[in-house]
């Protein structure tokens, strides 16, 4: 259902350059023939065997699930046209609320060239690419010369004459496609005497509403109206006394007319070829109020998200669901009385060297893949089906804080040099929207002062929320006069900025970087020197959730001096470089787990285990150990005495994601399983 509405939407984007079979058709009779099929087999579409009538004798017709074939009736056993099945789907999905079917996105023009241009298409016997988005009229009309079948219902509503109720055949309802006109034949079917005096509800003279089929239809009208207002702000308790009214004279005068307060015969609900499940029309309308109120209630309504990587895609899915996205996480918003139980992130393991994923993982808040929203769109559409139904149970309402749902889909906070594994966000935390803390439960950073030196300003104030989210207090860098007199523990710099990546020391840092070698050359004590950190320290920190001392590892203290830099057999030791790929510069770092090889139908696996510029060649070198594969998801490490392969940077082909096997098997049903790149470390 979902799916078809967006084939819809996506056809109805590119405008005129869409082409109906390409574009559309053949995309919705998969999903209805092929994938439908094959959950449920009795609900797939099939061919069947026409009966040479129309369409120039095509030997094929389309026929809907329970079907009674081409000797039933067209519109409802059979389709003669492609054109036709598209007209039948559109109908049914016309009847969703447009919170399910994404339609709100498009302009009603849109929808009402793609109705005149399908109709014409179908009354006329051309396709629908041939067709004019004008309605036809008798003086132009091009055509197939094919055979008409004069059993095809208009899709375009024309007035006829006036027939009178008692004239409806039993099974009328049949014929029907259409919300507003089964209503008023579903009326028509129950009425055993004259039509009485229609009684009017009129709300400000704008609008009046009868006990008669086009109070019917006046009713759905009002209720699809009412909750686009409740969408832009207007007050709920207000809007629920005007539907509560308007819904009670109706039914009051359907109850003088003979028929109870639940409109709707039972055995309608059955009839419904492309989803399986009944319309708004085709139910009762104490169960269809439940819609209502349960659309004011959605699963993510008063929650905030911020995410890293998504399309747009996803975030309509969030707005669908009753969520917010934020463009950006910064100032008071990093309170913890702003984001606890209400901020969210969204985002995928590629991702995970953004400033936003970084964020993240200082505040804490749960972090989630991309597919979470999906399954729990999914979900809250089975409910609101079971809500249809009568069988409602709040235990089962589909919300933002199951913890199944959130171990499935939790992200890794990122790589832990330390193990070579990524480290997943742990349900203990995200619960409690808990940041990093050190032993004595401070966050990792109190007590630290640091400075940051970058050369972009707008990525340095990125990372100061990062290290200030973290507890550290900022200096500041504008006044360098009274630079020696502040207490700074360190300055944080990005070595791949700095020489021996580039020529010179960028301008924006070289002043403050000279300002504190001066400084620490003055101090004696070494004691006292300010320490130039890199940022993979502020990573790893975060990371692995501790403060991790700063010479645990080489790649912490880049050497800013050149004269000090050792440069052995002519190598220069680096611990990161960017290579360029067809979607822009890629970081690779010593430790990272990456696809690498000539050929990509045939990558290799490995670990980055060093990185150096041979001054010689003047090109850089990646030391890579082999991962073997095993079972197509496993990686093993062959150990210490493995030998180490020599690559050029050309033959990196991307980064993969190396989980530890509990972990593995948490997230594969909610997102590992999708991609090609995630692996089970094996052990020895």
């Given at each position: 259902m979902i799916k078809c509405a967006h084939f819809v939407s996506k056809f109805l984007s590119?405008?005129?350059?869409?082409?109906?079979?390409?574009?559309?058709?053949?995309?919705?009779?998969?999903?209805?023939?092929?994938?439908?099929?094959?959950?449920?087999?009795?609900?797939?579409?099939?061919?069947?065997?026409?009966?040479?009538?129309?369409?120039?004798?095509?030997?094929?017709?389309?026929?809907p699930p329970n079907s009674a074939g081409s000797g039933g009736l067209f519109g409802k056993d059979y389709f003669t046209t492609e054109e036709a099945v598209v007209a039948h789907v559109f109908r049914e999905l016309k009847q969703l609320d447009h919170s399910i079917t994404g339609f709100g996105d498009h302009e009603q023009c849109a929808f009402d060239a793609f109705e005149i241009k399908l109709s014409r298409a179908i009354e006329d016997h051309m396709s629908f690419d041939e067709a004019s988005n004008t309605p036809p009229s008798n003086s132009s009309r091009r055509s197939r010369k094919r055979k008409a079948d004069v059993s095809i219902p208009p899709l375009i509503t024309r007035k006829t004459k006036n027939i009178k109720k008692t004239e409806y055949k039993s099974?009328?309802?049949?014929?029907?496609?259409?919300?507003?006109?089964?209503?008023?034949?579903?009326?028509?079917?129950?009425?055993?005497?004259?039509?009485?005096?229609?009684?009017?509800?009129?709300?400000?003279?704008?609008?009046?509403f009868t006990a008669t089929a086009h109070g019917i239809e006046a009713l759905i009208q009002f209720r699809s109206d009412t909750i686009e207002r409740q969408r832009k702000g207007a007050k709920s308790k207000v809007l629920s006394f005007e539907k509560t009214i308007t819904e009670e004279v109706i039914i009051e005068k359907a109850a003088v007319a003979g028929k109870g307060p639940n409109l709707v015969p039972s055995k309608i609900m059955s009839e419904c070829h492309l989803t399986q499940s009944p319309s708004i029309v085709r139910r009762g309308y104490k169960v269809a109020s439940k819609v209502v109120a349960h659309d004011r209630e959605r699963p993510l309504d008063g929650l905030h998200f911020f995410a890293s990587g998504i399309i747009d895609d996803t975030s309509k899915v969030i707005s669908r669901l009753g969520g917010k996205l934020l463009n950006n996480v910064k100032g008071t918003a990093l309170k913890e009385s702003s984001i606890n139980r209400k901020l969210f992130f969204i985002s995928d393991p590629k991702f995970r060297r953004t400033h936003k994923y970084t964020l993240a993982c200082a505040l804490g808040v749960p972090m989630l893949h991309f597919n979470w929203l999906f399954d729990l769109e999914k979900s809250w559409l089975d409910y609101k089906r079971c809500c249809i139904d009568g069988i409602e149970n709040e235990e089962k309402r589909p919300g933002a804080f199951d913890a199944r749902r959130y171990s499935s889909f939790r992200l890794p906070l990122g790589l832990s040099i330390k193990t070579g594994i990524f480290v997943m966000q742990r349900a203990r935390d995200a619960k409690k929207w808990s940041r990093p803390r050190s032993e004595n439960s401070g966050l990792i950073f109190d007590g630290l002062t640091i400075a940051v030196a970058l050369e972009n300003s707008e990525v340095e104030k990125k990372w100061i929320d990062i290290i200030s989210t973290a507890g550290a207090k900022i200096a500041s860098l504008?006044?360098?006069?009274?630079?020696?007199?502040?207490?700074?523990?360190?300055?944080?710099?990005?070595?791949?900025?700095?020489?021996?990546?580039?020529?010179?020391?960028?301008?924006?840092?070289?002043?403050?970087?000279?300002?504190?070698?001066?400084?620490?050359?003055?101090r004696a004590a070494t004691e006292d020197a300010i320490p130039i950190v890199d940022l993979s320290w502020v990573s790893q920190c975060i990371v692995r959730r501790t403060r991790v001392s700063i010479d645990s590892n080489g790649r912490y203290r880049?050497?800013?001096?050149?004269?000090?830099?050792?440069?052995?057999?002519?190598?220069?030791?680096?611990?990161?470089?960017?290579?360029?790929?067809?979607?822009?510069?890629?970081?690779?770092?010593?430790?990272?787990?990456?696809?690498?090889?000539?050929?990509?139908?045939?990558?290799?696996?490995?670990?980055?285990?060093?990185?150096?510029?041979?001054?010689?060649?003047?090109?850089?070198?990646?030391?890579?150990?082999?991962?073997?594969?095993?079972?197509?998801?496993?990686?093993?490490?062959?150990?210490?005495?493995?030998?180490?392969?020599?690559?050029?940077?050309?033959?990196?082909?991307?980064?993969?994601?190396?989980?530890?096997?509990?972990?593995f098997m948490d997230v594969y049903d909610g997102w590992a399983r999708d991609s090609s790149i995630v692996f089970m470390q094996k052990k020895v």
């Open positions: 590119k405008g005129s350059n869409a082409l109906l079979m390409r574009d559309l058709f053949a995309h919705l009779w998969k999903c209805i023939k092929v994938e439908q099929g094959n959950e449920v087999e009795s609900l797939g579409w099939n061919y069947i065997k026409s009966r040479g009538a129309g369409n120039l004798g095509r030997s094929d017709w389309f026929a099974n009328c309802f049949e014929y029907s496609q259409n919300t507003m006109k089964g209503a008023e034949i579903l009326l028509g079917m129950t009425k055993a005497t004259p039509t009485p005096e229609p009684i009017s509800y009129s709300k400000n003279g704008s609008r009046t504008a006044n360098l006069q009274k630079f020696d007199a502040l207490k700074i523990d360190m300055v944080l710099v990005d070595s791949i900025c700095l020489p021996p990546h580039v020529t010179a020391v960028p301008a924006r840092p070289a002043k403050f970087l000279n300002c504190i070698t001066r400084l620490n050359k003055e880049p050497i800013v001096d050149s004269s000090t830099r050792s440069t052995v057999d002519k190598k220069i030791v680096l611990f990161s470089i960017k290579v360029k790929s067809p979607t822009g510069l890629v970081r690779y770092e010593v430790g990272d787990s990456i696809n690498f090889g000539t050929n990509k139908a045939k990558s290799s696996t490995g670990r980055i285990m060093s990185i150096y510029h041979d001054a010689r060649t003047k090109k850089n070198v990646i030391e890579v150990k082999v991962l073997e594969l095993h079972n197509q998801f496993e990686l093993m490490d062959g150990g210490k005495n493995v030998s180490l392969l020599k690559l050029d940077e050309n033959e990196l082909q991307g980064h993969i994601i190396l989980l530890g096997g509990n972990d």
